[in-house]
């Protein structure tokens, strides 16, 4: 009798821990009825808040806190491995890794690839029901739609009042951004924080549109300057006359008047999508298929007379482009734009530092951004990504990815990121661009935006998140094969002959069966 009952006592005592919730090591809770039953407005009432020991706390930003007591050490010995598309934010994010190293005592190993290998990585890792890596860039569209069923809903960790909290909860994220990079098909769970939020937008020299302004207005009667009210029908006629007057000798400065990341490749789809969402075009029916996603898009749109036209222009367009055009991914393009050759691209926003770094670029001081140019309305395809924990981690080191997330993903760790020497990115955090010396940053010349480069786009790229500008392009589970298809056909289109109309057939058709529809 004496045994069963220690037995009894023992069972108890086990099932009491693994209610306690998530941690790195055994801590002590209160398991008496009375307390159990406490209302979680009570618990929240009770719970202090104190700031994490982290050095060097920048001020006016939010802090990352945690209930007083809670040992930030105690996952020491830790390590995470975190894989990540090889962005301007990891390199930085990476750079400055030691500060949360030292505070916590995990070791983080950040690796850094192009985006189709990390899709590749992280897939064989979920598949295989492993946790090689406990970290994931979790790409909105490659990632999180086929794989959110891989993630952890992060809400496990934000609802624990005994875990270190959000700083400035869910509330100062980007709304749209997190919808797109934290759930999928439903917001039943979180599965990810914004990270990073790569814009495409339009970068032109400025200093060639100021010397030839008057003279394209004489020809042309109207300005050419960029701005939210071009045209991609102007941009096209700007384009061509630029490279008229390089090839007359009237131009001198550059060598094309555009340049296109239409390389066969993920880039190809995101140049041409821009034309294809501004000409009133989409690729499916579903309206909910850019932001929380889908598991079933509907049929295909690419069929319509809107995607058709847009498809006709793309090829007009990319005939007057730099010829390296169908060559350039992003990279490619941004570095022919750094080298002077061409006047205007369309690319990612945080390819404003490369611009401005006189060791890697010939154009510093020249360049202005805008938004992309309408034709029933201005698209600006939108890039982010978010943070993610895999399914696979186990139980003690869960503790330990969400403390790097909450860290990683903070408004403290953001600016860091946006400062950094090594990288930088633009912030997915409303209250960091309250900061003054942010907001002075964004304007041309100022001693902030040259510590800061990267904000000199940031006031395009706000009007480019605004609901009207944004562009979200599908977020589905077969996303990554209809990706692929998208680019090889639209590939044709430009190099081998293949009408606008056979594409958007091709595509469309392929599309359908992908989807079952």
Not at 38 to 54: G, H, N, Q, S
Not at 468 to 488: C, G, S
Request: net charge negative; hydrophobic share 35%.
């Amino acid at each position: 009798m004496k045994k069963i009952l220690i037995i009894i006592m023992v069972s108890i005592l086990m099932v009491s821990l693994t209610l306690t919730g998530i941690g790195c090591k055994e801590t002590e809770k209160e398991t008496t009825t009375e307390k159990e039953t406490t209302t979680e407005k009570e618990t929240t009432t009770e719970v202090k808040l104190v700031d994490a020991p982290f050095s060097d706390y920048v001020e006016g930003l939010l802090k990352i806190q945690a209930p007083e007591g809670f040992d930030w050490k105690q996952c020491q010995g830790i390590t995470l491995n975190f894989i990540s598309e090889n962005t301007t934010p990891s390199v930085a994010l990476e750079a400055d890794i030691k500060v949360f190293e030292d505070v916590t005592g995990i070791t983080v190993n950040i690796e850094q690839a192009a985006l189709d290998v990390v899709v590749e990585k992280v897939g064989l890792d979920v598949n295989a029901k492993s946790s090689k890596y406990q970290l994931i860039y979790a790409d909105p569209y490659q990632i999180l739609s086929k794989h959110s069923q891989n993630l952890i809903d992060l809400n496990t960790f934000i609802n624990n009042p005994d875990l270190p909290s959000v700083p400035g909860g869910l509330e100062d994220f980007m709304a749209s951004q997190l919808e797109v990079c934290g759930y999928m098909n439903n917001k039943d769970a979180l599965y990810a924080l914004p990270y990073d939020a790569p814009t495409m937008l339009l970068a032109y020299r400025t200093d060639v549109f100021a010397k030839y302004k008057d003279l394209f207005h004489e020809e042309n009667g109207y300005d050419w300057t960029p701005g939210p009210n071009l045209t991609w029908d102007q941009f096209y006629e700007i384009g061509s006359w630029i490279n008229g007057k390089v090839a007359d000798g009237t131009i001198t400065e550059v060598k094309y008047g555009t340049g296109h990341q239409a390389k066969q490749y993920d880039s190809l789809m995101c140049d041409f999508s821009n034309v294809l969402a501004a000409f009133g075009g989409s690729y499916f029916e579903d309206p909910n298929v850019g932001s929380i996603g889908t598991l079933n898009p509907g049929k295909s749109m690419l069929t319509s007379e809107e995607a058709l036209e847009a498809a006709e222009f793309y090829k007009k367009l990319i005939e007057i482009a730099a010829p390296g055009s169908t060559s350039w991914d992003w990279s490619g393009v941004a570095e022919a734009f750094a080298v002077g050759n061409i006047a205007m691209t369309p690319n990612w926003h945080e390819f404003s530092a490369f611009f401005e770094d006189s060791s890697q670029s010939q154009v510093v001081g020249n360049v202005g951004w805008t938004i992309l140019p309408k034709k029933v309305r201005n698209a600006n395809i939108y890039g982010g990504t978010g943070i993610s924990i895999s399914k696979y981690t186990s139980e003690k080191e869960q503790l330990a990815a969400w403390m790097f997330i909450v860290w990683a993903t903070s408004p403290q760790a953001q600016y860091a990121c946006l400062t950094s020497d090594v990288g930088g990115s633009t912030p997915t955090r409303y209250s960091v661009y309250e900061l003054p010396d942010v907001i002075n940053g964004m304007q041309v010349g100022t001693e902030e935006s040259k510590r800061m480069p990267n904000l000199l786009s940031s006031g395009a790229v706000m009007e480019a998140w605004k609901t009207d500008n944004i562009y979200m392009r599908p977020k589905f589970p077969q996303w990554v094969q209809l990706d692929t298809i998208i680019y090889t056909e639209l590939s044709k289109m430009l190099t081998t002959g293949q009408s606008p109309a056979d594409t958007m057939k091709n595509i469309a058709n392929q599309c359908n069966t992908l989807t079952g529809n």
